[in-house]
């Protein structure tokens, strides 16, 4: 495969590493595209890197646009004067729609995908939609690149990536907050700080192992946990004077809306 990748920061690098990673594509056939100068030797090592997008980017048989939205509009004409017709372009980009990059480009051939932070480590979830129906060879390329950061869902609809936002894109730091949050109350509680954090992290992580091998709902699982009158109904029955599933489902609904937002406004 022929790849290039403009823009090189946690995400596009990330894309990077897993490409190489699992021999998707061979160095000299990675380009690699980096404003900052300093980090031109470190990205060296996984492709050829360059400063701007160059003439034989028009020889790569996929595009990934890993720029910050806000960027895109001063990078794209001179990305649109390379696009070669079969090329797929495929974007990263928060908020920008896949007609916003068609117009932008004078390209049909676009995939809009909406990673998350995991990706960085190869354990993320990638959703993907596209402006028109890809060939065999075009979806094949990018459910390999995509699932090579973990995993990747096709969507029929691009606006299903506003509540895809708002769910995996966001939802690592959902996660994040939760753990920080039960951490805090342990040591709050008198356990020792590296004491609540190896409890909390275990127990997410062995909670998640759980959840997969067996063939149980959330709801089962949780009802396996609680006792009549033991600790676990007592936590619940605070999150539920709380309102903490809806108070989380208000919160999702935010991002959702907020990430719709963000797309029309482009």
């Given at each position: 495969m022929k790849i290039g990748i403009i823009g090189c920061g946690n995400m596009g690098t990330a894309f990077a590493r897993s490409f190489r990673k699992y021999g998707l594509v061979d160095h000299a056939d990675l380009h690699l595209v980096a404003r900052n100068p300093d980090r031109h030797a470190a990205l060296g090592r996984l492709g050829i890197v360059s400063g701007s997008i160059e003439a034989h980017?028009?020889?790569?048989?996929?595009?990934?646009?890993?720029?910050?939205?806000?960027?895109?509009?001063?990078?794209?004409?001179?990305?649109?004067?390379?696009?070669?017709?079969?090329?797929?372009?495929?974007?990263?980009?928060?908020?920008?729609?896949?007609?916003?990059?068609?117009?932008?480009?004078?390209?049909?051939?676009?995939?809009?995908?909406?990673?998350?932070?995991?990706?960085?480590?190869?354990?993320?979830?990638?959703?993907?939609?596209?402006?028109?129906?890809?060939?065999?060879?075009?979806?094949l390329m990018v459910e390999q690149l995509l699932n090579s950061t973990g995993r990747a869902i096709h969507l029929a609809d691009e606006s299903l990536l506003d509540p895809v936002t708002a769910l995996s894109g966001s939802g690592p730091a959902y996660f994040f907050h939760i753990v920080r949050t039960m951490i805090d109350s342990g040591i709050a509680l008198g356990l020792a700080?590296?004491?609540?954090?190896?409890?909390?992290?275990?127990?997410?992580?062995?909670?998640?192992?759980?959840?997969?091998?067996?063939?149980?709902?959330?709801?089962?699982?949780?009802?396996?946990?609680?006792?009549?009158?033991?600790?676990?109904?007592?936590?619940?029955?605070?999150?539920?004077?709380?309102?903490?599933?809806?108070?989380l489902q208000r919160a999702i609904n935010a991002a959702s809306q907020r990430a719709g937002e963000l797309s029309s406004d482009r």
């Open positions: 980017f028009s020889t790569k048989e996929i595009l990934i646009i890993a720029v910050k939205p806000q960027d895109f509009a001063a990078m794209a004409p001179e990305l649109a004067k390379v696009l070669r017709p079969e090329q797929v372009v495929l974007s990263i980009m928060a908020g920008r729609t896949l007609e916003d990059i068609r117009r932008s480009l004078g390209h049909a051939t676009i995939v809009r995908a909406m990673p998350n932070a995991p990706a960085q480590i190869g354990l993320g979830i990638t959703a993907y939609a596209t402006a028109t129906e890809l060939n065999m060879h075009q979806t700080p590296h004491v609540a954090h190896a409890l909390v992290k275990q127990t997410m992580l062995g909670s998640y192992h759980l959840m997969e091998q067996v063939d149980e709902t959330p709801e089962q699982l949780i009802r396996a946990v609680m006792s009549k009158g033991g600790t676990t109904e007592a936590a619940f029955r605070v999150f539920a004077q709380e309102d903490l599933s809806g108070t």
